[in-house]
Nanobody, 121 residues
Framework: QVQLVESGGGLVQPGGSLRLSCAAS????????MGWYRQAPGKQRELVAV???????NYLDSVKGRFTIARDNAKKTVYLQMNSLKPEDTAVYYC???????????????WGQGTQVTVSS
């Protein structure tokens, strides 16, 4: 069984920084694209950043220049470094990964449990 476990959320003042981590574990053959999504109260979940297995990245326009996504393939872990945080970044952040488990023919999308990020003075 595949699990994604997130860590690193919390409360931070505007202008501050946080680093989120998400580690995939279980019987995994391949981890393809990994990404971070967020969902604020009353809003739809939105894609924040993704990174392919080859290292290509893509970002939500509003976080470009402030957030950086990176991955460690050996550790099956994806990170999101968030700098210059704003109150509008407040949301539950979810990790997602396209994973091919052992014994499966096709990859499936897996999700973490979510971690709260609150930006407030």
């Amino acid at each position: 069984q595949v699990q994604l476990v997130e860590s690193g959320g919390g409360l931070v003042q505007p202008g501050g920084s946080l680093r989120l981590s998400c580690a995939a574990s279980g019987s995994i053959l391949v981890v393809n694209t990994m990404g971070w999504y967020r969902q604020a109260p009353g809003k739809q979940r939105e894609l924040v950043a993704v990174v392919t297995s080859g290292g290509t990245t893509n970002y939500l326009d509003s976080v470009k220049g402030r957030f950086t996504i990176a991955r460690d393939n050996a550790k099956k872990t994806v990170y999101l470094q968030m700098n210059s945080l704003k109150p509008e970044d407040t949301a539950v952040y979810y990790c997602s990964a396209a994973v091919l488990p052992l014994g499966h023919l096709r990859p499936s999308d897996y999700w973490g449990q979510g971690t709260q990020v609150t930006v407030s003075s």
